[in-house]
């Protein structure tokens, strides 16, 4: 009985980890849509300093709601700055940005869901 109990617990804490991924996931989502509106309230000027306009936002907001608007912002505005020629960094994928525990294992190949 104890090999059952190891795997019921192991089956368990894999649940939980998928469960809390799927909810920071979501937690995420919206934060950064929330975060994102912040950016209308913006002038043109100023949106141009970060590499962003107007249509961008529009275009931004016209992905499902489940899409991270924020990917959206981060590649257009590193579209903008490598057509320029700068040398900065593009920006973090939210794979990067994710807990180390919320990756998929690296042994074998990662199944993504988009």
């Known amino acids: 009985m104890p090999a059952i109990a190891a795997i019921a617990a192991s089956t368990a804490l894999k649940a939980g980890r998928s469960v809390a991924c799927a909810v920071a996931w979501l937690v995420r989502r919206f934060r950064n849509r929330r975060m994102a509106g912040q950016l209308s309230g913006l002038d043109d000027r100023m949106l141009a300093d970060i590499g962003l306009t107007r249509s961008d936002l529009r275009d931004a907001y016209a992905e499902p709601l489940w899409h991270d608007p924020t990917d959206v912002l981060a590649r257009r505005a590193a579209e903008r700055r490598t057509s320029r020629g700068s040398r900065s960094k593009p920006a973090r994928s939210a794979?990067?940005?994710?807990?180390?525990w919320c990756r998929p294992p690296t042994d074998r190949p990662a199944r993504y869901l988009m």
């Open 95 to 100: 794979a990067e940005s994710s807990p180390e």
